[in-house]
């Protein structure tokens, strides 16, 4: 299981040394939640943040965005030095132009679906695709419980197509992680299991190895 912290339960004033830190407690991706307050009701940060905090780690950037019209900002976000680039096929941008928009700028594309939208929504878009986020909350904010009754969407896509990465976000602690890699999930998100624990380190090879045990 990789292991992706959000950056949404860090220390903000510290934000490049919070990036630091979990490259060397072992992350293997880093997740920046981008929110525009529109598609979800909280604001975050943008690309010119991404862009500030790059130089801090060398691990892959996995920005998550939030936003009504990802289309009209990809270029900023590959500019700012992401390499994965998720953005909701809830949102109003053409799924297609974006997809083709990550892909032609460098960067690996997916698609994120919200508790309420089916699995079936992603599948016309999955040859194009790197991943498929599986939202395991409702997004906007961390520290939520885990949706158990996401994972049949999980399987869905799993068993349409075993090559593409499923990403589960939301609620992702020692407890959880056990039934997401059990249902395929190969990447999980964590921000408040691993922000806020004592050890993150410890944190992060415990979520490791509990999805492990399954
Ligand atoms: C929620 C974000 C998540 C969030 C997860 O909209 O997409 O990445 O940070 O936080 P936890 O792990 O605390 O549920
Ligand atoms: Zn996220």
């Not at 919070?18 to 604001?43: S, T, Y």
């Not at 801090?56 to 990802?70: G, R, S, Y």
């Not at 809830?90 to 132009?97: M, Q």
């Amino acid at each position: 299981m990789l292991i992706a912290p959000s950056v949404l339960s860090s220390d903000f004033s510290q934000l490049g040394n919070e990036v630091k830190r979990m490259d060397l407690c072992g992350a293997d991706w880093i997740h920046l939640d981008v929110m525009d307050g529109h598609f979800v009701p909280n604001l975050t940060f943008g690309a010119p943040v991404i862009k500030a905090v790059r130089k801090f780690t060398d691990k892959p950037f996995d920005v998550h965005l939030m936003i009504d019209e990802p289309l009209r900002y990809i270029p900023d976000f590959l500019d700012a030095g992401a390499d994965i680039v998720t953005f909701h096929i809830e949102a109003k941008s053409d799924p297609e132009k974006t997809i083709a928009a990550i892909r032609t700028g460098g960067a690996k594309p997916a698609v994120s679906i919200k508790p309420g939208t089916p699995a079936e929504t992603v599948f016309p878009y999955l040859d194009k695709l790197f991943m498929v986020l599986v939202m395991t909350v409702e997004p906007g904010f961390g520290g939520q419980s885990f949706m158990e009754d996401m994972m049949g969407k999980v399987r869905a896509v799993k068993a349409r197509r075993p090559d593409i990465l499923v990403q589960a976000d939301g609620g992702i602690h020692r407890g959880t992680i056990g039934t997401a890699a059990q249902a395929g999930v190969d990447v999980c998100v964590a921000g408040t299991s691993v922000f806020k624990a004592d050890d993150a380190k410890q944190a992060i090879s415990d979520l490791k190895a509990a999805a492990e045990r399954k």
